[in-house]
């Protein structure tokens, strides 16, 4: 598109560098499977890197519509 002048430069940079990262995730990803029995703790190390946190819960209101901070109150 950017030679044909239907995109800026910018864009089209932006656009490779996109693919680019994301061809060498896939080609990571591949290579840790391909070589999960010789080398376990890489594959562990990168699904470990992957695991999300849980996020706290926020204050809730209650039926009279009171913020409810405690975690007890929270669960009940």
């Known amino acids: ?3 044909e002048g239907q995109a800026t430069w910018e864009q089209y ?3 490779v560098r996109a693919c680019r990262e994301a061809m060498r995730k896939t080609r990571l990803e591949l290579n840790l ?3 999960v029995k010789d ?3 890489d594959f562990f190390k ?3 890197s992957k695991w999300k946190t849980r996020e706290k819960v926020r204050p809730l209101l209650n039926k009279v519509g009171v913020l409810m ?3 007890v109150e929270k669960t009940e």
């Open 1 to 3: 598109m950017w030679k």
């Open 13 to 15: 940079r932006n656009i």
């Open 33 to 35: 499977a391909r070589d």
């Open 39 to 41: 080398n376990k703790k």
């Open 46 to 48: 990168y699904s470990s």
């Open 69 to 71: 901070t405690e975690d």
